[in-house]
């Protein structure tokens, strides 16, 4: 199926009117503030065997983030939640989709224009990937200072660091990096948030400022310790990564992913590990379904 976009039209009276549209649709002009100075504020959620986990925490994570950004929002986090149901619902029922909601500046020089804000939602088939594991390294950049860029926010403009120890990690004949913050201690993976286990309980970093508390990760946190397991959230050094018996991933593209090799070292999944996936996977075939409608 073809991608589906809602897009929004500042003209309509109606709150968070629009239009839905297929394909790829032609949207920033060269003058938009988004286009030049990065005003975009997203965030990502997942649809999968007709669930769709964490809707309502996605979409006020957005609302959030474009607030940090100097946006002004046209939809409640409610209002875009149920946007976000309405695009799966266009989709056959159990398609793996990627949902990413967005809010960006038409206007503005430098400083985004806040009444010039608009909303898109983007919805497109992704299948979830097979949990054979991913490999890493260290990353040579690091998480900024939260003083000097908008770390609060899931925002575009943060993101090129990402893609920079993407890039250098797979010309290294890796598939991700460990990223530190502006200390030098352990802040995630350059794509999702890290989790280490060994002697038995798990220790993820206390969220500092300088990376996102990821919904999943939140998730996956209180699903183990529901479940008995003990888990701690403080700073983390590297040493102590190196030394892991275990390093999973949690985040929304993926969910619950493990390391198979960091550097040189070979690292097997763990029970800890798949206790974490099959409670996460276990706890979203639980919650409602969202019934989907195959369109020609």
């Known amino acids: 199926m073809q991608p589906q976009h809602f897009i929004s039209d500042p003209s309509s009276d109606q709150p968070g009117g629009g239009r839905w549209v297929e394909g790829n649709p032609p949207l920033l002009a060269p003058m938009d503030n988004a286009t030049w100075m990065s005003s975009v504020a997203f965030d990502g959620a997942r649809a999968f065997d007709g669930v769709a986990p964490d809707l309502d925490l996605h979409a006020a994570r957005l609302v959030r983030s474009a607030t940090v950004i100097g946006l002004k929002p046209t939809l409640g986090g409610d209002a875009i939640a149920q946007r976000m149901r309405e695009g799966i619902a266009r ?3 159990g398609a793996h989709l990627y949902v990413r909601p967005l809010f960006y500046a038409a206007e503005g020089f430098v400083v985004p224009k806040p009444d010039s804000t608009r ?4 919805l497109f088939e992704s299948p979830m990937p097979e949990p054979r ?15 000097s860029a ?14 920079v120890a993407l890039r250098e990690a797979r010309e290294a004949g890796f598939s991700n990096a460990v990223m530190l913050d502006h200390m030098g201690n352990v802040a995630e993976f350059a794509s999702a948030n890290i989790f ?25 946190i209180a699903l183990l310790r529901e479940s008995g397991v003990k888990v701690f959230e403080r700073t983390v050094r590297w040493h ?8 999973f991933s949690s985040g929304n593209y993926a969910k619950v992913t493990p390391l198979i090799r960091l550097g040189g070292r070979e690292v097997k999944p763990g029970p800890l590990y798949a206790r974490a996936r099959a409670l996460y996977f276990d706890w979203a075939r639980t919650l409602p379904k969202i019934e989907g409608t195959l369109r020609n």
């Open 91 to 93: 989709f056959p029922t």
């Open 119 to 122: 909303f898109v939602l983007t």
């Open 133 to 147: 594991g991913f490999t890493a390294t260290l990353a040579r950049v690091r998480r900024p200072n939260p003083d």
């Open 150 to 163: 908008p770390t609060q926010a899931k925002a575009s403009c943060l993101y090129p660091e990402s893609a």
């Open 196 to 220: 280490i286990a060994k002697g038995g309980t798990v220790v993820t970093p206390v969220p500092n400022g300088s990376f996102l508390n990821g919904v999943t990760r939140q998730r996956v």
């Open 240 to 247: 102590e990564v190196e030394s892991a018996d275990e390093i």
